[in-house]
Antibody, heavy 116, light 107 residues
């Protein structure tokens, strides 16, 4: 079964850090571009970051540049998002997705709440 | 940044009727446009990619058209399971951008 499962979400104070992970299975993870997309409560979808198959190219939305780092471990079929200097506006469900141009497979997401 | 604008924000349709959703990009994105369906509490699901190609398992009642800056998603005969929020997204330019969504509700 093709599957993406996120983990690592939780409640963090403003200025804190969190590391999200996404485990992929049932497809050629090492040959797939991978992406993080977030959705604030009651809001629409926002692309966050994308990484190339081998990790050599990374792209970020401006609002997270310098604070978030996307990475991957192809040996473990794992995608990560290190989030530092977190702000209230980072509160959202974070989904990982497999790219094939468009986002063809999505995980259910992990909730990140930034609050004091 | 390519701004993607969807219309209308809400579409009220009776079961069995046709629904037509629009998506406009602020500059050409060629055919690099996808449509996603999202139901409450669920992850988005891809419906259409490359503007007009149905994703695996998507019924023929869904069709996409357009290129450049104007795109349309048509649902020819709405079934109960089709009532949801639909997002379009361009993947021709960085940053990738989504429209704000169209909610298709039961009339």
């Amino acid at each position: 079964e093709v599957q993406l499962v996120e983990s690592g979400g939780g409640l963090v104070q403003p200025g804190g850090s969190l590391r999200l992970s996404c485990a992929g299975s049932g497809f050629a993870f090492s040959r797939s571009w991978m992406t993080w997309v977030r959705q604030s409560p009651g809001k629409g979808l926002e692309w966050v970051a994308t990484v190339k198959e081998d990790g050599s190219e990374k792209y970020y939305v401006d609002s997270v540049k310098g604070r978030f780092t996307i990475s991957r471990d192809n040996d473990k079929n794992s995608l990560n998002l290190q989030m530092n200097s977190l702000r209230a506006e980072d509160t959202a469900v974070y989904h990982c997705a497999r790219n094939s141009g468009a986002y063809v497979i999505w995980g259910q997401g992990t909730m990140v709440t930034i609050s004091s | 940044e390519v701004v993607v604008t969807q219309s209308p924000a809400t579409l009220s349709v009776s079961p069995g009727e046709r629904a037509t959703l629009s998506c406009r990009a602020s500059q050409s994105v060629s055919n690099k446009l996808a449509w996603y369906q999202q139901k409450p509490g669920q992850a988005p699901r891809i419906i259409i990619y490359d503007a007009s190609t149905r994703a695996t398992g998507i019924p023929a009642s869904f069709s996409g058209s357009g290129s450049g800056t104007e795109f349309t998603l048509t649902i020819s005969s709405l079934q109960s399971e089709d009532f949801a929020v639909y997002y379009c997204q361009q993947y021709n330019n960085w940053p990738r951008t989504f429209g704000q969504g169209t909610k298709v509700e039961i009339k």
